[in-house]
């Protein structure tokens, strides 16, 4: 009853940009943070950027200065802005929301908990 899908991954050359969003799907009544993540080839999964629904940002230092986080609400859609990709930038980027509100079929209100999309492939060559 409730989706988050990622799009915007793709192949970029070192120094280029991507855009990658997050749509949530579904009788949305709230999402509270959302969080992107990433995880390389035989790495652990790492925090990439976490914005709260009050507009609070964390930042992988990694990321810090190169990346920005943002959301629109109206939309159910959060961004992650990439600029300045290295060859180690390259992932699987997935987002997460730690609680979404929804109606459900029989117009309840339900929260689904750590919800996760599919994730999206980001590949930047040297």
């Known amino acids: 009853q409730v989706q988050l899908v990622e799009s915007g991954g793709g192949l970029v050359q070192a120094g280029g940009s991507l855009r990658l969003s997050c749509a949530a799907s579904g009788m949305i009544l709230s999402i509270n943070t959302i969080t992107w993540y990433r995880q390389a080839l035989g790495k652990q999964r790492e925090l990439v950027a976490r914005?709260?629904?009050?507009?609070?940002?964390d930042y992988a230092d990694s990321v810090k200065g190169r990346f920005t986080i943002s959301r629109d609400n109206a939309k159910k859609t959060a961004y992650l802005q990439m600029n300045s990709l290295k060859p180690e930038d390259t992932a699987v980027y997935y987002c997460?929301?730690?609680?979404?509100?929804?109606?459900?079929?029989?117009?309840?209100?339900?929260?689904?908990?750590?919800?996760w999309g599919q994730g999206t492939q980001v590949t930047v060559s040297s």
């Open positions: 914005m709260t629904s009050g507009g609070s940002t």
């Open positions: 997460s929301a730690d609680r979404i509100l929804f109606t459900d079929r029989t117009g309840g209100t339900k929260a689904a908990v750590d919800y």
